[in-house]
């Protein structure tokens, strides 16, 4: 079972990043809030033109700038608990829709609660075209453990507790965190599909799943989005990205740096890090825009110069031989 347990520091190598930042960050807010809609399905994973879209749509109406914000990394040391600095991790959100961001990423498991406490703490009443992603299926008895928790039961109270940490009527995206292998599929969408029909679900989406559950829980409830881990390195998923690109879904990689700070330097990342003089993290997060129309990565971290970097990377365009030597590299 994937999860997102042991998330990874948001940096880089020390590659220089300032005259990046000079050139780019004025244009990056610009850029996420660009008018380019995804065409689902009109490009496959294995053709070689680059995805250029900055937008796209989860569900045919909730169109969504395609470099989100993930809020785990904002709550305390291993996901547990507040974070030392309540009134940064308010900052850095609040400085993310500022920067253009227009999805934010969450789960009950993170903290658990925090994360969606301090969410609604910095941002509500939300800004219009915000969107507000959380999860459930996934408990926290205690600090390093995630213990699944598939119960239809469960699953609506969580729905309703997150509505009340979020102060929301109705949340626009809400996924799965992972399947529980002690309950039916079947069973934990019914419970999801019970709660989109009583309007306090609009889109349900996946996380930590393969193709066939995907194609699964479709004849449940219809799915928006899948949220996997993936990565220059990790692409364990990408018959879920081919899944995602044919079937006209989201696909939000967690992790979406991966190792990159340990990547050796004739490494084609590094070396196109270092030729656009940015750092190796935006470089990734540029692979990753370009690598498919349905990517929307999701990137988090509990600093402001990071957030801010991470945005910029938005406006970077790797050379055709770049992409396709980045592209060859896997783990």
């Given at each position: 079972?994937?999860?997102?347990e042991?998330p990874?520091?948001?940096?880089?190598?020390?590659?220089t990043?300032?005259?990046f930042?000079?050139t780019s960050?004025?244009g990056?807010?610009a850029l996420?809030?660009?008018?380019?809609?995804?065409i689902?399905?009109?490009?496959s994973?294995?053709?070689?033109k680059m995805a250029?879209?900055?937008t796209l749509k989860l569900?045919g109406d909730?169109?969504v700038?395609?470099l989100g914000?993930?809020?785990?990394?904002?709550t305390g040391?291993g996901?547990?608990g507040w974070?030392?600095?309540r009134?940064n991790a308010v900052?850095i959100l609040?400085?993310?829709?500022?920067l253009?961001?227009?999805l934010?990423?969450?789960?009950?498991?993170?903290g658990p609660e925090?994360?969606?406490?301090l969410?609604a703490?910095?941002?509500h009443?939300?800004p219009?075209?915000?969107?507000?992603?959380t999860k459930g299926?996934l408990t926290?008895p205690?600090?390093?453990?995630?213990?699944?928790?598939?119960?239809?039961?469960?699953?609506?109270q969580a729905?309703?507790?997150?509505?009340?940490?979020?102060?929301?009527?109705r949340?626009?995206?809400?996924q799965l965190h992972?399947?529980?292998p002690k309950?039916p599929?079947?069973?934990?969408?019914?419970?999801l599909?019970?709660?989109?029909?009583?309007?306090k679900i609009?889109h349900?989406?996946l996380?930590?799943v393969?193709?066939d559950?995907?194609a699964r829980?479709?004849?449940?409830v219809?799915i928006v989005?899948?949220?996997?881990?993936?990565n220059?390195e990790?692409?364990k998923?990408?018959?879920v990205?081919?899944?995602?690109?044919?079937?006209n879904?989201g696909?939000?990689?967690?992790?979406?740096i991966?190792?990159?700070?340990?990547l050796k330097p004739?490494?084609p990342?590094?070396?196109?890090?270092?030729a656009?003089g940015?750092?190796?993290?935006?470089?990734?997060?540029a692979?990753?825009l370009e690598?498919?129309?349905?990517?929307l990565?999701i990137?988090?971290t509990s600093?402001?110069?990071?957030?801010v970097?991470n945005?910029?990377?938005?406006?970077?365009k790797?050379t055709p031989?770049?992409?396709?030597?980045?592209d060859a590299?896997?783990?």
């Open positions: 079972m994937m999860t997102d042991f990874q520091p948001n940096q880089g190598p020390g590659v990043r300032r005259r930042l000079r960050l004025a990056g807010a996420l809030a660009g008018k380019s809609d995804v689902f399905g009109a490009q994973s294995t053709t070689p250029t879209n900055t569900g909730l169109t700038n395609r914000f993930g809020a785990m990394r904002i040391q996901i547990w974070p030392p600095d009134e900052k609040r400085r993310a829709i500022e253009g961001v227009n934010i990423d969450t789960a009950d498991a993170y925090t994360s969606e406490l969410i703490q910095a941002l009443p939300y219009g075209g915000l969107v507000i992603a299926g926290r205690g600090p390093g453990q995630w213990v699944p928790n598939g119960r239809p039961e469960h699953l609506k729905v309703e507790a997150s509505l009340k940490r979020l102060r929301l009527e949340i626009d995206l809400y992972t399947v529980d309950v599929l079947e069973e934990s969408l019914g419970a599909k019970q709660m989109q029909d009583a309007g609009r349900v989406g996380s930590n393969d193709p559950e995907i829980a479709r004849k449940i219809p989005s899948v949220q996997n881990r993936y220059i990790d692409r998923s990408e018959n990205l081919v899944y995602c690109e044919k079937e879904l696909f939000l990689p967690w992790f979406p991966g190792g990159g700070g340990g004739e490494n990342l590094n070396a196109a890090a270092k656009h940015v750092s190796v993290v935006q470089a990734a997060l692979w990753l690598r498919s129309p349905v990517m990565p990137p988090g600093s402001l110069a990071h957030l970097e945005v910029a990377a938005t406006k970077l790797l031989e770049e992409w396709k030597a980045i590299v896997a783990g």
